[in-house]
Structure formats: structure tokens, C-alpha cells
């Protein structure tokens, strides 16, 4: 199975307004920013 995209909207810190979407490459992607940014909400 590959996931190709990920889209979080009023989930934890996402807000619905301003939604997040990630189009993901195959191989390898990592995940990087400031603390409570909501990459742990992602990885759970």
C-alpha cells in the first residue's frame, strides 16, 4: 500500500480554515518543524 497524500483538517491543532495537505513522494519522507506544530498528531 503507498500513501500519497495527507489531509488534516480540525484535527488537534489543524484548523479547519487553514487545513493541512501533504503530498507525499515514494521512498522516505520525513517530518520536521517547532515543537507543538502537530508532527506527533501525524505520526500517532
Known amino acids: ?3 500519497s497524500e ?3 483538517s ?4 489543524f ?7 501533504l503530498k507525499l ?3 522516505l519522507n ?3 518543524g517547532p ?3 502537530g508532527k ?3 505520526n500517532n
Open 40 to 42: 506527533a498528531a501525524l
Open 6 to 8: 495527507i489531509y488534516a
Open 10 to 13: 480540525g484535527f488537534r491543532c
Open 35 to 37: 515543537n507543538d506544530a
Open 30 to 32: 520525513i517530518l520536521v
Open 15 to 21: 484548523d479547519p480554515a487553514a487545513p493541512l495537505q
Open 25 to 27: 513522494s515514494s521512498g
Open 1 to 3: 500500500m503507498y500513501i
